[in-house]
């Protein structure tokens, strides 16, 4: 049977919008690899010194790649975790008349997507691991040198600095995922389960606009939690994607967190690379819509509310942060990231249930 997507469409698509990278061709570009292979090595000594975890899957290995093997890599990511819906859609799908339609619409849109997110990011920890899979090509953090020199030149960055401070923060993800043995498997569950519950029966997703609906006549924006896969979601998703929610926004709080504690000393520009980037973020106008549309600005909302919510951890004294890598039932969801105190009444009672 053929897949719902045509994942070919989807690469030349992305690769179209990924748009011409003239400074792919500066002279800079050939200190990319041996820098972010240097900083790698020390951030990781630095997040493991900073945090007390220690990875279980050996040193980190970086890649420095252009847009288009960020969208490659990307694409085959996505095929990997979206094999439990494409076969199901595959099957209802297969000798319809739309199909290959279908197929090619899909395709646009995912290569669209990855195409414009391809001109902005900076750097990403591929946490998928697959068995059976060349080895060499997964468990990789990846840096997207084009985007890193435009940034650096744009804003008069110092190189060395920004690539450190760069390394702390994808090298932190990899920490969580690698240092913490539940997490990764516990997060790969908790997106099978969402996509378990997808059902693409018209009905269903007519009840999910008229859900929506309702949201925005009381004032609340339905794109303001996730983009459209929020609004589309089943009333069982949602409970998913607010445990997915509050995960998220605990691992990027803290990479933003332990990324600033762990660059005091070494990169003295920390505070002005923060500020620049957050102000990158506030996107307007078209591109702030796509990014709300396709749920990016909520994931950027993540960064702010987990670091938050773990100011308000060790403000509280106790184990603070250590506690979130005791076990999934520690996890809080959304609505326990945006009321700390609530997660902290339920963790509390359950320590003291079981002691």
Known sequence: MAEPIAWDTAERVAVRVAGREPLAESYHYASLAPDFHEFTAEAEALVEAETGLKSLAG???ARVTDRAGWIRANLASFRRLLRPLTDRLAERMDNTKVAPVGRQIAGAEVGALLGWMSTRVLGQYDMLVIENENPDDQDLVYYVGPNILAIEKRYGFPPREFRLWLAL?????????????????YFLSLVDDSLAHFDPDPKRLLESLKRAVGEARAGRNPLDEGGLVTVLASPEQQLVIQRIGGLMSVLEGHGDLIMDRAATERVPSAGRFSSVLHDRRQSKGAARMVQKLVGLEAKLRQYQEGEEFLHTLEEAGGEGIELLWRGP????????IRNPQRWLARVTEATAASA
């Open 169 to 185: 923060h994808e090298v932190t993800h990899r920490m969580q995922f690698t240092g913490v043995p539940w997490l990764r498997p």
């Open 59 to 61: 040193p980190a290995r």
């Open 329 to 336: 039932e520690y996890l809080p969801d959304l609505a326990e």
